[in-house]
């Protein structure tokens, strides 16, 4: 099959990559840990880790939108903040 | 009775994933891998990295747009709410008036988008329009294609006329399932009508009226059909919200690249608000 229709590039397919890795390694960690460690964080409602995952990644998406809009093109440093901001939620969300 | 655990009922789910993979995360991947490539057809590309979502959130026209959908949207909500609710109240709990209410509000639901559109764009028309025709022989000044502020006011009175049935629609169902015990023990303390209101009704319709908040927001947010009938946009960009921006830059200027960074922004945008309404309901659904 010819997928070049959908512009694949190395870039996007390692960001592609480790979502769906974080996705099994998710599936990996209910199997595990069964019932989604659900917890009542700073947010003041329930999340499982489910929730924090998916608050982590938009979250991390309008870090690095913000990111380029205030502060230039170099995203390392957006990156690490999202890492930091990722953790962050796993800990106290 | 103990459950049985059945894993093989995760083949049930297959047909939904290989429907999403094929109608949202195949078109999803693409348009990521657009949004940091340019092109110019004939399947070739180009890294752009981050340029194309540096280039909108910098674009005055990309924020332009994003304000007038959001006032767009805080209109919207501001009229049909409370309108919905009001003609909720007042509509008929039993008899004839019943059914005839009912399908008098499922009627603009009913009719397709661009359909209501090409109505109000004849509707509002000064020459041959019902509405354009009357207003101009009445001495108003009215001029949808012209005028940036008759144009707005075409558009919103089109959404108002078209949605506001659903909201009425859901209030009404929320109305209809209060037990008869609580009006009349309302009754018999001697609550006012705004009393009932405030202490029986709205509490029991705060749930589909979340609902209805969260579906015309989005789906306000959303609009594309109805007012690229009307106005195309125009005039000028008066009535150019996101959407209409998004296909005239992808298909009108073939700027594929730009359009797939905007609509990625977008997408976030509708994504997080989506999340937000979603914990709100939920968790309410909790505190409850």
Same mark, same amino acid.
């Given at each position: ?93 | ?7 093989? !009922? ?95 509000? !499922? ?78 023990? !309302? ?102």
């Amino acid at each position: 099959m010819d997928f070049s229709w959908m512009a694949w590039t190395l870039p996007t397919a390692a960001f592609f990559i480790t979502i769906f890795l974080m996705l099994v390694g998710m599936g990996v960690w209910e199997y595990f840990s069964p019932g989604g460690n659900p917890r009542v964080g700073i947010l003041r409602f329930e999340t499982t880790r489910g929730d924090r995952l998916f608050v982590s990644l938009l979250g991390s998406a309008f870090i690095h939108l913000a990111w380029l809009g205030l502060i230039g093109p170099n995203l390392w440093w957006a990156l690490a903040l999202a890492v930091v901001y990722a953790i962050g939620v796993f800990r106290f969300v | 009775m103990e459950k049985t655990w059945n894993n093989k !009922a995760w083949f049930m789910v297959l047909p939904v994933l290989v429907l999403v993979a094929f109608s949202a995360v195949i078109p999803l991947m693409t348009v990521v891998n657009y949004s940091v490539q340019d092109t110019f057809g004939g399947n070739q590309f180009f890294w752009a990295g981050a340029e194309w979502f540096e280039e909108m959130l910098h674009s005055d026209r990309f924020w332009a747009a994003m304000g007038r959908n959001l006032i767009f949207s805080a209109i919207i909500l501001s009229i049909q709410i409370p309108l919905g609710i009001f003609i909720a109240l007042n509509m008929p709990r039993k008899g004839w008036g019943v059914p005839v209410c009912l399908v008098l509000m !499922a009627l603009p639901l009913l009719i397709p988008w661009n359909v209501v559109g090409t109505i109000w764009q004849v509707f509002g028309r000064i020459d041959i329009g019902l509405l354009g025709y009357t207003l101009h022989a009445l001495g108003f000044d009215y001029n949808y294609v012209n005028d940036p502020f008759d144009a707005w006011v075409t558009v919103i009175v089109m959404d108002v006329w078209h949605w506001t049935s659903l909201v009425v629609l859901l209030c009404y169902a929320g109305l209809v399932s209060i037990p008869d015990a609580f009006y009349q023990a !309302a009754k018999i303390d001697g609550a006012s009508r705004w009393a009932v209101f405030r202490y029986i009704q709205l509490p029991k319709m705060q749930r589909v009226l979340l609902i209805a908040v969260l579906l015309r927001f989005m789906d306000s947010f959303m609009i594309y059909t109805e007012p690229f009938v009307v106005t195309g946009g125009g005039p000028g960009n008066s009535t150019t919200f996101l959407s209409i921006d998004l296909v005239k830059m992808a298909v009108g200027q073939f700027d594929l690249g730009p359009a797939a960074a905007m609509s990625i922004i977008y997408f976030l945008i509708v994504l997080l608000l989506s999340w937000v309404f979603y914990t709100v309901m939920t968790n309410y659904d909790v505190e409850k």
